[in-house]
């Protein structure tokens, strides 16, 4: 008698995709160098209690502007503050700016997108409405202004990282609803509605996934666009307020004292350049993958 051998099933979607982006060693080298930024970030009270033997915020006046050396790394500051110490303690609240409002943004635009160019009609035009009414607004401006009036709150990496967000998610959902504009006019979206499937599963099962490789590309986007905004606000003085440092107040605080300590410039504008080039990598890379046209 003969046996009956089990059926293959096909990889999902999202399998298939990370499949692919394995596959792409750039993509890979650059994801495997932001990670080892983040875990050098995220464990710097370790690295500086057990590896660098320094206190980001101990001040030693006696052995200011000193060069690298093996008491300290990266050298020293204005206050005799270790620099690498610091430069790692500041990628914590960089980092965590990008990624809070890199969420804001998604957990804002995503939904808002789909609602508009799903259901159009009304619900478009009062999402475009909102849109248009908040990109009237100049954002850089926006953000000066709320900076000086609300200087206490906006100064601290939470603060800094809710306002980012509420601002700047109209991106995502312009882009969401464009592209699902064109996918729900699809034979398997209507034949999804023929089936009896409800508009969320639709849109959130069906919908979601054809627009996931925009929505990648736009999240790095965010992510670069939070930092640098953060550095932006810094160099005029209305980012995050001292003594808690970040990547960008570091690099204001020493644009001045780069003829005499260009270690100081040297090491936060490392840091930025290469976790930004990195985003980049690897948004470009998930972007590839992700993109259901570009299937091998």
Known sequence: MATLQPQKTSAGYFTESFGRFRRDPVSMTALIVFILICLLSFSAPLIAQYVLHTDPNKIDLVHTYEPPSPAH?????????????RVLFAGQVSLF???????IQLVIGIPLGLIAGYYHGYADDVINAIIQLRNAIPTFFFLVLLSVTFRSFVGTPWGLAIVFGLLDWTGETRAVRGLVLSVKQR????????????DRRIMFRHLLPNVMYIVLIIAGFDII????G?????????????PT????????????????????VFLPGFFITI????????????RDAFDPRLKE
Do not use: H
């Open 187 to 198: 034979d398997y979206i209507d034949a999804a509605r023929v089936i009896g499937a409800r």
């Open 230 to 242: 953060e550095a932006g606000l810094s160099f005029l003085g209305l980012g995050i307020q001292a």
């Open 245 to 264: 440092a970040s990547w960008g107040n570091m690099l204001n605080g020493s644009l001045e004292n780069f003829e005499n300590a260009p270690w100081l």
């Open 225 to 228: 666009g939070a930092m640098l």
């Open 275 to 286: 976790t930004v080039l990195c985003i980049f990598l690897i948004t470009d890379g998930l």
């Open 73 to 85: 790394w990266g050298g020293t500051d204005d206050y005799g503050r270790d620099a690498l110490t």
């Open 97 to 103: 700016i990008g990624f809070t409002v890199t969420i």
